[in-house]
């Protein structure tokens, strides 16, 4: 039940729209039905169903936007107006300790250029791997490599998947659901 808490850092003349569009991909609690299957505009909303699963290692259900980095459960989102050589949309990397993740680093880049709908998908995408997730084989999937802007939600298999890693399973396209972390 404790709270991770995420800032979000930007230039200034970065727009309050874009801002709140982060915010809410992280913490909506709104659900929709896609051919009857149900699908999370943000994180929040998604994880508070994971209390159903019971995992090895806590999974977060609580995030708070913040605005300094006064805290040591913290993910950074840097919105940059700045376009990448090779056409990044985001990219999250990690400050790890003790081979555990402490601090995600999330980046959304060419912000500016991004439709609301865009930067909403990557932001969720990029935030499922500052919770853990790889990428999905799975095309049309939230964590693929290559988001589709049809089904730019959080899914259920998205909440399994991150169930699985938080539960010690191995998560990889060679997944052998007796593996675990070590």
């Known amino acids: 039940d404790e709270t991770l808490y995420v800032i979000i850092q930007t230039t200034p003349t970065m ?11 992280i913490l909506s609690e709104k659900s929709i039905t ?7 505009d943000g994180w929040q909303g998604a994880l508070q169903k994971v209390s159903k699963y019971k995992t090895k290692f806590a999974m977060p259900t609580k995030f708070e936007i913040v605005e300094s980095a006064s805290t040591a459960k913290l993910i950074t989102i840097i919105l940059s107006p700045i376009r990448t050589e090779n056409e990044y949309s985001g990219y999250t990397t990690f400050i790890t300790s ?6 995600p680093i ?23 791997h500052a919770l853990g997730l790889g990428h999905s084989t799975e095309y049309g999937d939230l964590m ?13 298999c998205n ?6 890693l938080y539960d010690g399973k191995i998560m990889s396209p060679h997944f052998d659901e007796s593996e675990e972390l070590l």
């Open 15 to 25: 727009s309050s729209e874009k801002i709140e569009i982060v915010k809410r991909a």
């Open 159 to 164: 909440i399994q998947a991150l169930a699985s």
């Open 106 to 128: 999330v980046t959304i880049y060419n912000v500016n250029d991004l439709t609301n709908q865009e930067l909403a998908a990557v932001v969720r995408h990029e935030f499922g």
């Open 98 to 103: 003790d081979h555990k993740i402490s601090k």
């Open 34 to 40: 896609i051919d009857g299957k149900t699908f999370y």
């Open 144 to 156: 693929h490599e290559e988001i589709d802007l049809r089904t730019p939600f959080i899914s259920e």
